[in-house]
């Protein structure tokens, strides 16, 4: 009998654990944040199921957790953007991301039946592309989450915030919080110096996915990249006469700007091509000769900045990423090394791996041509 009473109090103590246990997760306050397209939406509890249309904002994750393909449900399988090294890495944490359902990425046509099919409970998008507004709201109709943030159009002026903004979506506000001081404090640094320095900002020439074609050239605008350039105390050539993120060059501009710095962004998209390559898989020497290749082509090779050797190839995938810091050191030190000469791009890539990230980011990431 006394051992019956003992079993029945443990059962009930255990019923009440649970039903407490419930209550707390129950009694979670709702997350509400603004998104980049300045909506106020409203989470519930942190995302389990995300469908992300940019295989990048895999990088965003694994800044805040440990295992970022658990938490994904539908992505667009652009391995190409996210990586061949940061994919495999991946897909060894979570072997279900290479059979996920496959979604349109943000360079593609949104498909509402795709996103519905997936059945997320969040569907992030990039600022500027995905649905329309009807379509979300269908979404929310389904009871799917929709969190626009940017990465990409104004990454110099939205980065933060979107990180912020993925960090609660994900409840990871503190880790998200974190790396967000770090970017901070190293960017200000950066502003710091050219805010003080009096010496005239150098022409750049940047080619975007050098030699994607024959034809040269692809440029930087207003925006995205160019952003870059500028922060880092530099004079974007492109941002004079392209008026958006994106464009192409005459190449008798080019040459009558005469920059002081070229810098040609690629990777493994390009070896197709004969463009440009850099990047994890490819050694210092494959990616110096690809970039050389690059400068020989006609009215290229008569640049000044070529004939002083001020030449610099840099992985596209570590620009447009949560990882654009160490991008924007590398440009600080190439394009003003008059008040840079002191920034270690490599050593910030390190302690990112090492504070920050679920999985290291590893290979050459960027070359000089001297």
């Known amino acids: 009998m006394t051992r019956l009473i003992v079993c029945v109090r443990q059962a009930l103590v255990a019923a009440l654990v649970l039903v407490v246990g419930c209550a707390v997760v129950e009694a979670q ?3 509400t944040v603004q998104d980049l397209r300045g909506r106020s939406v409203t989470l519930k509890r942190p995302a389990t ?3 992300i249309d940019d295989g990048r904002y895999m990088l965003a994750l694994a800044l805040m957790h440990q295992n970022p393909g658990s938490i994904v449900a539908a992505w667009p399988h652009d391995t190409n953007r996210l990586g061949a090294s940061a994919y495999k890495q991946l897909l ?58 940017d990465f990409f159009t104004q990454p110099a002026a939205n980065l933060e915030r979107s990180l912020l903004v993925l960090g609660t979506v994900v409840g990871r ?18 502003r710091d110096r050219v805010a003080a320095s009096k010496a005239p900002r150098p022409k750049v020439f940047v080619e975007a996915h050098a030699g994607m074609s024959a034809e040269c050239c692809n440029s930087l605008g207003k925006g995205n990249v160019g952003d870059y350039v500028t922060l880092v105390g530099g004079h974007n050539i492109g941002g004079d006469v392209i008026p958006g993120a994106f464009g192409r060059l005459n190449v008798e501009y080019v040459l009558a700007q005469n920059p002081a710095v070229y810098i040609a962004t690629g990777g493994p998209h390009l070896e197709k091509t004969g463009g440009l390559v850099v990047g994890p898989g490819y050694s ?13 082509r006609p009215v290229l090779s008569q640049l000044g900045a070529v004939k002083a050797g001020r030449v610099y190839g840099l992985s596209h995938q570590l620009l447009n990423s ?9 440009l600080a030190v190439w394009i003003r090394p008059d008040l840079f000469k002191d920034l270690d791009p490599s050593a910030t890539l390190a302690e990112i791996n090492r504070r920050f990230l679920a999985f290291p980011i590893e ?4 070359v000089a041509l001297r």
């Open 29 to 31: 306050p709702a997350r």
């Open 49 to 51: 199921r995300l469908l």
């Open 92 to 149: 060894s944490r979570q072997p279900s991301l290479g059979t996920l359902p496959r979604v349109a990425s943000s360079a593609g046509t949104f498909s509402l039946e795709g996103a519905l099919a997936a059945r997320p409970d969040v569907a992030l998008f990039t600022l500027g592309h995905g649905p329309t507004d009807a379509q979300v709201k269908q979404l929310e109709s389904a009871g799917i989450v929709v969190v626009f943030i």
């Open 173 to 190: 506000e503190t880790q998200a919080q974190a790396f967000v001081a770090y970017r901070r404090e190293h960017v200000a640094r950066i």
């Open 284 to 296: 210092t020497e494959r990616a110096r000769a690809s970039l050389g290749a690059m400068t020989q």
């Open 322 to 330: 949560p990882l654009d810091l160490v991008a924007v050191e590398a």
């Open 363 to 366: 290979g050459e990431q960027w």
